[in-house]
């Protein structure tokens, strides 16, 4: 399969503590991005990547969250004293710079208790 | 600040009719509308989009009426099945970045 990879697909955690998410995108796919899934609502845009460089962040990305892309190739959604509210499903996408259309992984479900 | 607005919130069709879901944008940049497919469990699914350049695409029984003027554009379900059930979410783009949502419709197709 090789489409996108989120991991891991389910993370249960206690308010306060750190969480760390990954995603591998396609693999000759330049753009990565990052968006969250409440309940009952379409995602919103986090962040996205052009190879290694993070080009945009929402303001909804507060400074609990952090997000890299070494060497342009996986990706990691950091949050860190989780709260309550930050729990959702974070979807990862991957495409090519110039082609419309992108991919999503299956998303990383966080239950923050 | 809400810039594509979707509706309706949900839709009940019988087996063999026509889904129809419209979305609206308020964002005159926008020069790129995809319609999503999502299953419960897992991400979107791309299903169709459209530039507007064009006015209607069709792919199957899926097909994408696009008003420029209006700043409107809708997703029509021809012969409706019951493995179309699923929330559908209408998005919209510029330059193929960011993607901006609609709030989703949830489909149900009665047997």
């Known amino acids: 399969d090789t489409g996108v990879s989120q991991n891991p697909r389910h993370k249960i955690t206690k308010r306060g503590q750190n969480v760390t998410f990954r995603c591998d995108p396609i693999?000759?796919?330049?753009?990565l991005y990052w968006y969250r899934q409440t309940l009952g609502q379409g995602p919103e845009f986090l962040t996205y990547?052009?190879?290694?460089?993070?080009?945009?962040k929402s303001r909804l990305l507060s400074d609990r969250f952090s997000a890299e892309r070494p060497k342009g190739s996986f990706s990691t959604l950091e949050i860190q004293r989780t709260e309550q509210g930050d729990s959702a499903m974070y979807l990862c996408?991957?495409?090519?710079?110039?082609?419309?259309?992108?991919?999503f992984g299956s998303g990383t479900r966080l239950t923050v208790v | 600040q809400q810039q594509v607005k979707q509706s309706p919130q949900s839709l009940i069709v019988q087996k063999g009719g026509i889904s129809i879901i419209n979305c609206a944008y308020e964002?005159?940049?926008?020069?790129?509308f995809p319609w999503y497919q999502q299953f419960p469990g897992k991400g979107p699914a791309l299903l169709i989009a459209?530039?507007?350049?064009?006015s209607e695409k069709k792919e199957g029984r899926f097909t994408i009426s696009f008003n420029k003027s209006a700043k409107q554009f809708s997703l029509h379900i021809m012969d409706s099945q019951p493995g179309d059930s699923a929330t559908y979410f209408c998005?919209?783009?510029?330059?193929?970045?960011?993607?901006?949502f609609g709030q989703g419709t949830r489909l149900t197709i009665n047997p």
């Open positions: 459209i530039r507007p350049d064009v």
């Open positions: 693999s000759e796919h330049n753009r």
């Open positions: 998005a919209a783009s510029k330059e193929a970045q960011k993607l901006v």
């Open positions: 964002n005159t940049a926008f020069d790129y």
């Open positions: 996408a991957s495409s090519r710079r110039g082609l419309y259309g992108y991919t």
């Open positions: 990547f052009q190879n290694e460089a993070q080009l945009e």
